[in-house]
């Protein structure tokens, strides 16, 4: 069987931004369930996440910046009327 090709979507993650996730996964795991949670279940936890969730978050992450950038235009155009009426 040939290996799943990751989907267009997905967020790739360095390696601290994995060991970082899958620590909150296995705390997470671990504070609701009473089973230990193997490697094997995180690595693929931390996959899927990365396939069908990541750009959700990438997405919102964009939004945000965009209305940030929006935000800091308006001021400078007001700005920059204020120094006309003044000048």
Do not use: C
């Not at 939004?63 to 000048?87: C, I, N, P, S, V």
């Amino acid at each position: 069987m040939a290996p799943r090709k990751a989907p267009p979507t997905r967020v790739e993650l360095d390696a601290s931004g994995r060991e970082t996730l899958s620590r909150a996964a296995q705390a997470f795991f671990g504070d609701h369930w009473d089973d230990p949670v193997s490697d094997l279940r995180l690595r693929l936890f931390v996959d899927w996440l990365q396939d069908e969730a990541g750009h959700l978050f990438y997405n919102r992450g964009i939004q945000d910046a965009m209305a940030a950038a929006t935000q800091a235009q308006a001021r400078l155009h007001e700005d920059l009327d204020l120094l006309r009426k003044l000048g």
